[in-house]
């Protein structure tokens, strides 16, 4: 009962919050120019949208993802564990995947640290990250990646990520007036920490993605022949 009322106030908190913040009149602006380099300072309009002009969009449809995987990992509890033994990877996989592995890490690295400036960012970053996990994944055996996915704390620490970006949120709010708000320092268009937010954003984003997508070839390793 305690949790359904505590859920109850923090719905109700939030639709409060997003009440106050909706504008009362609606103001045309002559000026459709976005001025991208001076006010975000991102060379990627994509990146710039979706983590500042637009970032409620992105936000929730983190919010969408993590709840959906929270899910996922809930639901699965209710199944036992599968008896079923894996067959031995080809011996393309066993050359394959180990070469695999590490350029994926490296491009979803580089693919998240340069999202602002070239094609990319979070999600995708995420996926390829995930891709490469995959690929280690179908070389071992199952008690080894339940044993690294048990240490690496993973599925704690992806629930904490929608409370980081709140928490940026809040500080936009009390320091400069507005929720989501880009503040941190926009640099010189082009150079890495340009952008102000987005290479930490996108840090995060990538991390969710990667972290939910671990969790689901996880729990779908598990409970294989199951489903």
């Known amino acids: 009962m305690k ?3 505590l859920s109850l106030i923090s719905l109700s908190t939030l639709f409060f919050l997003l009440y106050t913040e909706m504008p009362q009149k609606i103001i045309k602006n002559p000026n459709y120019n976005i001025t991208v380099l001076q006010d975000n ?13 637009r970032f409620y969009d992105t936000f929730f449809e983190i919010l969408v993802f993590t709840v959906t995987i929270i899910g996922i990992s809930y639901f699965m509890k209710f199944f036992q564990p599968s008896k079923y033994e894996f067959s031995k990877p080809s011996i393309v996989l066993r050359v394959f995947a180990p070469v695999m592995f590490p350029i994926t890490l490296l491009l979803g ?36 990646i339940e044993e690294i996915f048990e240490k690496s704390r993973i599925e704690e620490i992806k629930v904490l990520i929608p409370l980081f970006i709140i928490i940026y949120a809040i500080l936009g709010k009390v320091f400069f007036g507005e929720y989501f708000i880009n503040f941190f320092p926009k640099f010189q268009p082009g150079t890495i920490f340009s952008g102000g937010s987005a290479v930490m954003l996108n840090s995060f984003i990538a991390f969710e993605v990667f972290g939910g997508s671990w969790t689901i070839l996880y729990q779908f390793i598990k409970h294989r022949g199951l489903l």
């Open 109 to 144: 690295f580089y693919n998240t640290l340069t999202g602002h400036l070239y094609p990319g960012g979070g999600f995708n970053s995420g996926i390829i990250l995930g891709t490469g996990v995959l690929s280690l994944a179908l070389i071992k055996r199952y008690e080894e």
């Open 3 to 5: 949790k359904i009322i």
């Open 41 to 53: 300072g991102s060379l990627n309009l994509v990146s710039a949208i979706v983590l500042d002009y």
